[in-house]
């Protein structure tokens, strides 16, 4: 099987104390403890939960990725819409404005640091009763200006698949393919899949992988309950071999539940994928 670059996610101190101890997130220290922390544990990569606004000095961190050789992957807006309340799809005008400003700068964050970054919970979801049509239009209207500045820096923009108990929106694969089909314009956006989403989701895995071939920009893996690989029953060998027939050549992405220590849970994570390897 495929020698894969692997991730581990990430927050910053700022987010970290906002955060629940049950949180999928590993790496809770400042961002140049987590590159740090990350290389110590064999990761090529992190993905980084943060706010757009927080003060953190930038110029810092790329001192600290050239010292470890740890790259940041991704950077992670979530955040815009758990803390800041922003999201695309938003009736009220000024909110979906300040959703847009939110992610141009994340764009500018992620150009700076050599990364791209996901789009999920920030694309907001349908109200109830709403118009799907209505809503998944306005979605791609506001996403517009998002990915032409994106293209303009060289970041991707992944959005991500996530399971109906959290969005009514982009819960399947062919889904979010399909949105894509019917806006090409957005042509700097990408299919971020996750194990376990697609374990709640998906009927069939390999049709999953099949529909989004060539368009996934990202790849969370986690076991069965979210908790480490190689904790549950999940064939994560065959889910990585049907990625892997995609043409995917991306990071793999450890976003899991920490099971006691974030940082002895990284490590259970890295050697079991590094065993399924051989």
């Known amino acids: 099987m495929k020698k ?4 581990i996610s ?21 961002i140049l403890e987590n590159l740090e922390a990350a290389a110590k544990l064999g990761y090529q990569a992190i993905e980084v939960h943060t706010r757009e606004e927080a003060p953190i000095d930038w110029d810092a961190v790329n001192a ?4 470890t050789g740890v790259k940041i992957c991704q950077i992670i807006t979530g955040r815009l819409n758990t803390e800041g309340l922003c999201d695309l799809m938003n ?3 000024y909110v979906a404005d300040a959703a847009i400003d939110g992610l141009l700068q994340y764009i500018d964050i992620a150009a700076y640091v050599g990364a791209d970054i996901v789009l999920g ?4 979801n349908i109200p109830k009763g709403g118009n799907r049509d209505k809503y998944m239009a306005r979605l791609a209207q506001n996403l517009q200006p998002v990915n032409d500045y994106a293209k303009e820096q060289g970041v991707k923009i992944n959005i991500e698949v996530i399971n109906h108990y959290e969005v009514n929106v982009f819960t399947t694969a062919k889904e979010l393919v399909s949105f894509l089909d019917e806006y090409p314009e957005l042509d700097a956006c990408y299919v ?6 697609m374990m709640l989701e998906e009927d069939d895995f390999a049709e999953a992988f099949a529909a989004a071939k060539g368009r996934i920009g990202y790849f969370h893996i986690a076991d069965s309950t979210r908790w480490y690989p190689g904790s549950g029953n999940l064939d994560l060998k065959k889910m990585l071999a049907l990625l892997e027939e995609t043409g995917y050549d991306g ?3 450890v976003e899991c539940f920490p099971r006691g220590d974030g940082y ?6 890295i050697e079991y994928l590094k065993s399924i390897e051989d």
Request: net charge negative; glycine share 6%.
């Open 64 to 67: 600290k990725i050239e010292e």
């Open 91 to 93: 009736d009220r005008p």
């Open 264 to 269: 002895e849970t990284g490590r259970k994570a």
């Open 121 to 124: 919970w920030a694309k907001g």
């Open 10 to 30: 990430s927050a910053d101190k700022y987010t970290s104390d906002a955060m629940p101890p049950l949180a999928p997130i590993l790496l809770r220290d400042g």
């Open 4 to 7: 894969w670059n692997y991730a």
């Open 192 to 197: 971020h899949l996750d194990t376990f989403h």
């Open 251 to 253: 990071y793999v992405s």
